[in-house]
């Protein structure tokens, strides 16, 4: 196969970038405020009309802050992202926890599908690639006229027919976290147990959003990568 494949997004997943792909949804000021809809954190029911109700999301949406720590001992074109805060101000903490369980749960999700579609359209890519390999070979045997190299294109042709390398990755990907919902995690929201209690009527409370990967989806990264390793050597 091609030495492009290995350049494909699907090959260079690592935490790192899950991670990222958690938090850019969180930075996303639209995709955020959908989630605050969705979530029904705010009751439409309790304000006059939609105009008092959409001023309310809005606000709450800039009242949430979100701190991103960089690993400072990354290079500075591939900064990596160490941990993240979101950061509220609340009377009522279950409500806030709550919140923070739909978030997490709705942003993993999300992830999951997007993982889903970028490894269907690997497929789609990887059998073109081999659809074009068998005709390059089939327009070759047409005008070869050396018997040797003849038989090289025949067996050229009969291994790319023959490859199970489809099959094998479909396989270990139908096996893994990703095509498990309730498996699935790019990352998680941990709430920190310690209040700070300002006044009598606020608390503050910190959250770490960290990211935990399972080890499964590691290994199924790891094949993908050395399965194109190998092909390319061969």
């Known amino acids: 196969l091609s030495s492009d494949i290995s350049d ?7 935490k790192e970038y899950l991670l990222k792909l958690f938090i850019d949804q969180i930075r996303q000021k639209s ?16 304000y006059e009309n939609n105009s008092k109700y959409e001023e309310a999301v809005e606000n709450l949406s800039r009242r949430i802050g979100l701190n991103v720590e960089n690993d400072q001992q990354s290079e500075r074109s ?12 609340t009377v009522d903490l279950k409500e806030w926890e709550n919140f923070l369980k739909f978030l997490e749960k ?3 999700f999300e992830i999951q599908e ?24 089939d327009t070759q045997l047409l005008i070869v006229e050396n018997k040797e190299e ?16 489809i099959s094998r990755i479909t396989k270990i990907f139908k096996e893994s976290p990703i095509s498990n919902r309730n498996d699935f995690y790019a990352a998680k929201i941990l709430i ?14 910190k959250i ?23 092909r390319r050597e061969n």
């Open 78 to 89: 591939e900064q990596k992202i160490n941990r993240a805060f979101l950061e509220y101000s």
């Open 31 to 46: 995709k955020f405020i959908e989630y605050i809809k969705e979530s029904k954190i705010i009751d439409m029911n309790d």
């Open 106 to 108: 709705k942003i993993n």
């Open 150 to 165: 003849l038989i090289y294109l025949q067996k050229k042709k009969k291994v790319l027919e023959s490859d199970r390398y």
């Open 208 to 230: 770490l959003l960290t990211s935990i990967i399972f080890l499964v989806f590691g290994i199924f990264l790891v094949l993908i990568s050395h399965a194109i390793k190998t």
């Open 192 to 205: 920190n147990k310690d209040i700070y209690n300002y006044g009598n009527n606020s608390i503050f409370k």
């Open 114 to 137: 997007n993982l889903n579609l970028m490894f269907e359209r690997y497929i789609e890519y990887v059998n073109q690639i081999i659809d074009y390999q068998i005709e390059d070979i």
């Open 8 to 14: 494909l997004e699907i090959n260079n997943i690592n």
